[in-house]
């Protein structure tokens, strides 16, 4: 499975992108696809994941600004980014995995190359 990343941008505090992980290669219906990012001088922290059922993951800092979803038509899963913050700065990744999705990101076989995300206040 190959994956690819898209949709980053500049945006001002508040405002939001939409994006894209889109897979190649194998269809992804039985896959769980998470969300990554990595800000500058951090590590690489779980964002959100999307299980082969349609299962949703986020972590706490982005629940209710952020949706997750899926369209298997397109093999692409979304990331909706609303009342985006500064601090969300970041290259985001997007990883897949056989079957469930999880927030570990050891346990994701294939990596997007990512898309960099840069909120201004």
């Known amino acids: 499975v190959q994956l690819q990343a898209s949709g980053g941008g500049l945006v001002q505090a508040g405002g939001s992108l939409r994006l894209s992980c889109a897979a190649s290669?194998?269809?992804?219906?039985?896959?769980?696809i998470g969300w990554f990012r990595q800000a500058p001088g951090k590590e690489r922290e779980f964002v959100a994941a999307i299980s082969w059922s349609s299962n949703t993951y986020y972590t706490d800092s982005v629940k209710g600004r952020f949706t997750i979803s899926g369209d298997n038509a397109k093999n692409t899963v979304y990331l909706q980014m609303n009342s985006l913050k500064p601090e969300d700065t970041a290259i985001y990744y997007c990883a897949g995995r056989r079957l469930g999705a999880t927030n570990h990101q050891g346990e994701y076989a294939y990596w997007g190359q990512g898309t960099l995300v840069t909120v201004s206040s």
């Open positions: 290669g194998r269809t992804f219906s039985s896959y769980g």
